[in-house]
C-alpha cells in the first residue's frame, strides 16, 4: 500500500476505481433492466478483485479468454465460467482437469469437427462436457450463421455424443465500428434475433437448447429489448477506452484505466514532450486511427486525471511516447511540462493496454493506491 500515486515508478496502469465502480453499476443495472443475467466477460481487466467486484453488483458466473483465466477465477470461487473461445482439441485435457475440481466450465465449438473431438474426447474419459454454439450474427469473426444447415448438424453431433448442448452464443464485434444511436440499436437487434433465430432452428429439430448469450459492450448498452436471450455477456465497459467514447457508449470522464508517465525530454522546436510511455507501455493498438477522432496512442492529462485540452500522445516508440499540441498551438513545454513532470494517458483499447502490465495500481477515493495483480498468459 502507499499513500499516493506521485510516489509510483513509470510506467504504470492506474485504475481510478470510483469510475470503474460507476462502470459497474451502470452494466448491472442494464441487464437487470433488460430482464436478463449478466456474465461479464473478464478479459479486459483479468483481475481478481474486479472480478469480486462485479460479482458483488450482481453479475452471476464470468465468461472467460483463456483456460488460465478460468483457472484463476475458479481458484477464486467462481464456478460458473464460460470459456468463450472455439475450444482446441489439445486444451480439452485441461478443460476436463477444471471440471473434474468442481468447476462448471461452458465450452465453445462453431464446426463440426470441433464438436466431434469434444464427444470423443469426452467419451474417452466418462466426461459430459456442456457446450455452446458459437453463432455468426454480424460476419465479424467466427461462428455458423443461424441459416446454415451446419448448425443443426454440429448441434446433433454434440447432442447425439453424449455431450451436453447449453445453448448458443454470439459476438457482435462489427457493433465498434459503429457511432450512432440508430446504427447501435440496429446492430443489437441483429445479434439478438440471429442467436434467438439459432436457437429455435436447433429446436425445431428437437435438440434441447436452453440458453441463448449474446453481447458486446456497445450492444449491451443501446439494446431495446432482449426478448428470448437468457444472459448478457460484456467486458470492456468496466474500464471504457477512447474507442469505446467514440462509439458513443461513454464519456471520457467514464475512462477508468490510464496509464501513468514521466516526462523525459523535450524537443521544444518540434512541440514535442517526451515521456516514458513508448508502445511497450501504451500498446500497439491504435483503433481510433479508423473512427471518426483519432487520438494517437491516447489523450494526455495531468497527474490527477484531468484532460489537457489538445495534447494527444501522437507517437511511439517502444519506450518513448512523443505527445504534442495541435500544429500551431502555443505553449512553454519546458515551463509548464519539465522533466519529471507526470502525466496520464487514456488509452485507445483499455484489453491491450491492460495486457502490458502485471498489475494495476488501484488509486481509491481516498488517495490510497492499492497493487491489483492480473493474470497474463494463457
Known amino acids: ?100 475440481a468442481g468447476c462448471a466450465l461452458i465450452i465453445v465449438t462453431d464446426s463440426v469437427a470441433g464438436a466431434r473431438a469434444i464427444v470423443e474426447f469426452g467419451r474417452a474419459h466418462d466426461e459430459r462436457f456442456e457446450v455452446f454454439i458459437e453463432i455468426d450474427s454480424d460476419h465479424h469473426r467466427s461462428g455458423v450463421r443461424s441459416d446454415d444447415p451446419l448448425l443443426v448438424d454440429i448441434a446433433k453431433v454434440i447432442h447425439e455424443g453424449g455431450a451436453v448442448l447449453k445453448g448458443v452464443m454470439t459476438h457482435a464485434g462489427e457493433s465498434y465500428k459503429l457511432n450512432t444511436l440508430e446504427a447501435l440499436q440496429e446492430i443489437a437487434e441483429l445479434e439478438r434475433s440471429e442467436c434467438v433465430n439459432a436457437a429455435e432452428a436447433i429446436r425445431a429439430a428437437g435438440i434441447p437448447c436452453p440458453e441463448v448469450s449474446v453481447g458486446s459492450t456497445p450492444t449491451a448498452l443501446s439494446a431495446v429489448h432482449l426478448e428470448g436471450v437468457t444472459e448478457l455477456r460484456a467486458g470492456v465497459y468496466v474500464f471504457f477506452d477512447l474507442v469505446m467514447h467514440n462509439v458513443g457508449v461513454c464519456a471520457l470522464d467514464d475512462l477508468a484505466l490510464s496509464v501513468l508517465t514521466t516526462v523525459i525530454g523535450h524537443q521544444p522546436d518540434k512541440g514535442w514532450i517526451i515521456t516514458d510511455s513508448g508502445w511497450m507501455a501504451m500498446s500497439r493498438d491504435r483503433g481510433t486511427q479508423a473512427q471518426q477522432c483519432d487520438f494517437g496512442y491516447g489523450l494526455v492529462c495531468d497527474s490527477n486525471g484531468t484532460l489537457i485540452d489538445g ?48 498489475a494495476y495500481e488501484a488509486l481509491q477515493p481516498n488517495g490510497e493506491v492499492a497493487h491489483w495483480s492480473r493474470v497474463n498468459g494463457w
Open 311 to 358: 495534447l494527444l500522445l501522437r507517437s511511439a516508440n517502444q519506450e518513448h511516447g512523443v505527445a504534442s499540441f495541435e500544429e500551431g498551438t502555443s505553449v512553454d513545454i519546458e515551463k509548464l511540462y519539465p522533466i519529471g513532470t507526470q502525466l496520464r494517458v487514456l488509452p485507445n483499447h483499455a484489453c491491450a493496454t491492460g495486457a502490458q502490465y502485471p
Open 1 to 100: 500500500m502507499t499513500t499516493s500515486i506521485h510516489t509510483l515508478d513509470t510506467p504504470v496502469a492506474v485504475v481510478d476505481v470510483a469510475r470503474m465502480n460507476r462502470n459497474i453499476q451502470r452494466m448491472q443495472q442494464r441487464a437487470d433492466s433488460l430482464g436478463v443475467r449478466l456474465r461479464p466477460h473478464v478479459k479486459t481487466t483479468k483481475c481478481a478483485q474486479v472480478v469480486e467486484a462485479q460479482i458483488q453488483a450482481g453479475a452471476q458466473g464470468v465468461t472467460v479468454s483463456t483456460l488460465k483465466e478460468a483457472q484463476a477465477f475458479f481458484a477464486q470461487g467462481v464456478t460458473d465460467i464460460l470459456y468463450a473461445v472455439a475450444m482446441a482439441p489439445n486444451k480439452l485435457a485441461h478443460a476436463l482437469d477444471l471440471r473434474r
